[in-house]
């Protein structure tokens, strides 16, 4: 599947709360540091009314949603770029996703232990960041003391390579994340692509919040958003609490749940487009009786290759796409109506796919 968020905070924030609520995995979630020491995995369907749409018109047999991965990794402490607990054990596992979910407290109970000892995002946040910085930064200053060695030989690529650290290293040392470092060259961008660094990776910020805060947060959190703002980022608010109850009903009784809690559709629901969208994803979809399927890729994406997350043979043959909008295929109701008004297109091997579109593909091999 290839797209995976890993879920990443200080210990006793909701991680393996919301974690839980997502997967309905049911692993532990206590109330002391370093509950989760080993990562858990799950594997969330991408909620999709446009797929639920496209199958009850098409009257299919099997629908089939796409899928996201989310990696709940342990509590993160400071120090942890210095091995504090486990610390680099956990960044190790940090660096196997490709967007970071990071969970940020933003509410008060008594009951639940902060491990710092008191509430406050704005420096919750910033404990994680800052040791991501610092972990990177080591990886940074080794690579460039190795680099500076080779570069005495005179090698240009040594030389570039060496001056691309150093502007990494200068931002990493100045507390700025790697990912506001541009790579302007095939060369710098498969050096950063080497050095695997975590500020690298996208990130959302997700405010777990008491349940009278679901729809409109509160103080902890409107800073946490300010915050957000600056560094590019995006927030979404969610009740642990809420959520992992809404996992144990049925879809009857979550309906009513939330109407009575004035809420549209679970917070997860939001998380999951959210990390969608982080990731610079889209769908399209292949509608038949048989099947009714989303298909995941990455936005710019070309025919051939969204052929080939099919089958490989379908990119190796390919000829064409037929192509129907979302929109036009509800609104005819049907493949052959939109053929027979002309809303059926066929595409070449540079059509970039738009979201939502409807696919048949046609190929020889």
């Given at each position: 599947?290839?797209?995976?968020?890993?879920i990443v905070?200080?210990?006793?924030?909701g991680?393996?709360?919301?974690?839980n609520?997502?997967?309905?995995a049911?692993?532990?979630?206590?109330?002391y540091p370093?509950?989760?020491?080993?990562?858990?995995v799950?594997?969330?369907?991408?909620?999709?009314?446009r797929?639920?749409?496209?199958a009850?018109?098409?009257?299919?047999k099997?629908?089939i949603?796409?899928q996201?991965e989310?990696v709940?990794?342990?509590?993160?402490?400071k120090g942890?770029?210095?091995g504090?607990g486990?610390?680099?054990?956990?960044l190790?596992?940090?660096?196997?996703v490709?967007a970071?979910?990071?969970?940020v407290?933003?509410?008060?109970?008594?009951?639940?232990?902060?491990?710092?000892?008191?509430?406050?995002?704005?420096?919750?946040?910033?404990?994680?960041?800052m040791?991501?910085?610092?972990?990177?930064?080591?990886?940074?200053?080794k690579r460039?003391?190795?680099?500076?060695?080779?570069?005495?030989?005179?090698d240009?690529?040594?030389?570039?390579?060496?001056l691309?650290l150093?502007?990494?290293?200068?931002a990493?040392?100045?507390?700025?994340?790697?990912?506001?470092?541009?790579?302007?060259?095939?060369?710098?961008?498969?050096?950063?692509?080497?050095?695997?660094?975590?500020?690298?990776k996208?990130?959302?910020?997700?405010?777990?919040?008491?349940?009278?805060?679901?729809?409109?947060?509160?103080?902890?959190?409107?800073?946490?958003e300010?915050?957000?703002?600056?560094?590019?980022?995006?927030?979404?608010?969610?009740?642990?609490?809420?959520?992992?109850e809404?996992?144990?009903?049925?879809?009857?009784e979550?309906?009513?749940?939330?109407?009575?809690?004035?809420?549209?559709?679970?917070?997860l629901?939001?998380l999951?487009k959210?990390?969608?969208?982080?990731?610079g994803l889209?769908?399209?979809?292949?509608?038949?009786v048989?099947?009714?399927?989303?298909?995941?890729?990455?936005?710019g994406?070309?025919?051939?290759?969204?052929?080939?997350?099919?089958?490989?043979?379908?990119?190796r043959?390919f000829?064409?796409a037929?192509?129907?909008?979302?929109?036009?295929?509800?609104?005819?109701?049907?493949?052959?109506?939109?053929?027979?008004k002309?809303?059926?297109?066929?595409?070449?091997?540079?059509?970039v796919?738009?979201d939502?579109?409807?696919?048949?593909?046609?190929?020889?091999?």
């Amino acid at each position: 599947m290839g797209f995976r968020c890993g879920i990443v905070g200080l210990p006793n924030v909701g991680k393996s709360t919301i974690f839980n609520a997502l997967t309905a995995a049911g692993i532990e979630a206590a109330n002391y540091p370093f509950c989760t020491i080993e990562p858990n995995v799950g594997i969330v369907a991408m909620p999709d009314f446009r797929l639920d749409t496209l199958a009850m018109l098409a009257q299919t047999k099997v629908k089939i949603s796409t899928q996201m991965e989310f990696v709940d990794i342990a509590g993160l402490v400071k120090g942890a770029s210095q091995g504090e607990g486990l610390g680099n054990q956990f960044l190790g596992h940090i660096r196997q996703v490709d967007a970071i979910i990071h969970v940020v407290r933003c509410f008060e109970d008594e009951n639940v232990v902060h491990v710092d000892g008191s509430i406050d995002a704005d420096r919750d946040r910033e404990i994680i960041n800052m040791e991501l910085i610092l972990a990177d930064l080591d990886t940074v200053d080794k690579r460039l003391k190795k680099t500076l060695s080779q570069a005495k030989s005179g090698d240009k690529v040594y030389k570039a390579q060496g001056l691309f650290l150093e502007k990494l290293q200068a931002a990493l040392d100045s507390g700025l994340p790697a990912r506001t470092v541009a790579a302007d060259d095939d060369l710098e961008r498969d050096l950063l692509r080497d050095l695997c660094l975590l500020t690298t990776k996208p990130v959302l910020y997700v405010a777990n919040v008491a349940e009278e805060d679901a729809l409109q947060g509160n103080a902890l959190v409107r800073g946490l958003e300010e915050a957000a703002r600056q560094e590019g980022a995006s927030v979404v608010i969610i009740s642990g609490n809420i959520e992992q109850e809404l996992s144990h009903l049925s879809p009857e009784e979550q309906q009513e749940f939330l109407a009575d809690m004035g809420m549209s559709e679970p917070g997860l629901n939001r998380l999951i487009k959210a990390g969608y969208e982080l990731l610079g994803l889209i769908t399209f979809y292949t509608v038949g009786v048989k099947e009714t399927r989303a298909w995941t890729i990455s936005k710019g994406t070309k025919a051939p290759g969204a052929a080939g997350k099919i089958h490989s043979d379908f990119e190796r043959g390919f000829i064409r796409a037929e192509t129907i909008a979302y929109e036009d295929f509800v609104a005819c109701g049907s493949e052959a109506v939109a053929k027979d008004k002309g809303l059926m297109r066929s595409e070449g091997k540079e059509y970039v796919v738009a979201d939502g579109d409807c696919l048949n593909f046609r190929f020889n091999v």
